[in-house]
């Protein structure tokens, strides 16, 4: 089968769709760069319904927003059967950004890290999260959130550091 030529979203849009795809009719918690998509005015976080997925747009219970935004992804239960993309040769800026980050993540396969990246802080502040996969873009992994067992995704392309989990 001939892929078609690279482009600069195959290595943070394509791995996000298709694990957003995964998770329609789940309630989940989606984010930025910058923010979560679903605090309420009290500044709670609630879980918002992904809809649908379509082209380069999730449609979720609260709007619709660009793929490209989208850098994590977390739901209130542990998911085994998630399937990533597999790992491939990056291109583009992905090269020296994405590539160093799932090759570190890679050989942490089955362990518990400590990650930092390019999100609200406080959703990996002090927590050790479990590296259960990594595909093409995505590290897909365990964390306990607000006291919950909870799997989540991030974009590699957003870590900025993986250390060694110290507990307290």
């Known amino acids: 089968m001939n892929r078609k030529k690279d482009t600069v979203?195959?290595?943070?849009?394509?791995?996000?769709?298709?694990?957003?795809?995964?998770?329609?009719?789940?309630?989940?918690?989606?984010?930025?760069?910058?923010?979560?998509?679903?605090?309420?005015?009290?500044?709670?976080?609630?879980?918002?319904?992904?809809?649908?997925?379509?082209?380069?747009?999730?449609?979720?219970?609260v709007g619709s927003f660009p793929i490209s935004q989208v850098k994590g992804v977390s739901v209130d239960e542990i998911?085994?059967?998630i399937k990533l993309l597999p790992?491939?040769?990056?291109?583009?800026?992905?090269?020296?950004?994405?590539?160093?980050?799932?090759?570190l993540l890679k050989n942490n396969?089955?362990?518990t890290v400590s990650l930092s990246a390019l999100i609200?802080?406080?959703?990996?502040?002090?927590?050790g999260v479990e590296i259960l996969d990594v595909g093409e873009g995505i590290v897909l992994f365990n964390i306990t959130f607000q006291g919950v067992l909870v799997s989540a995704v991030?974009?590699?392309c957003i870590i900025t550091r993986v250390g060694p989990f110290e507990t307290q």
Request: overall charge negative.
């Open 87 to 103: 790992v491939r040769r990056s291109n583009f800026a992905c090269k020296c950004i994405e590539d160093p980050a799932t090759k």
């Open 154 to 156: 991030l974009s590699t």
């Open 120 to 127: 609200p802080l406080f959703a990996l502040e002090g927590a």
């Open 79 to 81: 998911i085994d059967n």
């Open 9 to 61: 979203c195959d290595c943070c849009v394509r791995p996000m769709k298709k694990i957003l795809q995964q998770l329609i009719g789940k309630t989940t918690i989606l984010t930025t760069e910058n923010e979560f998509f679903n605090v309420n005015d009290q500044g709670e976080i609630e879980p918002i319904e992904i809809i649908d997925v379509k082209g380069c747009v999730v449609k979720t219970s």
């Open 109 to 111: 396969i089955g362990e």
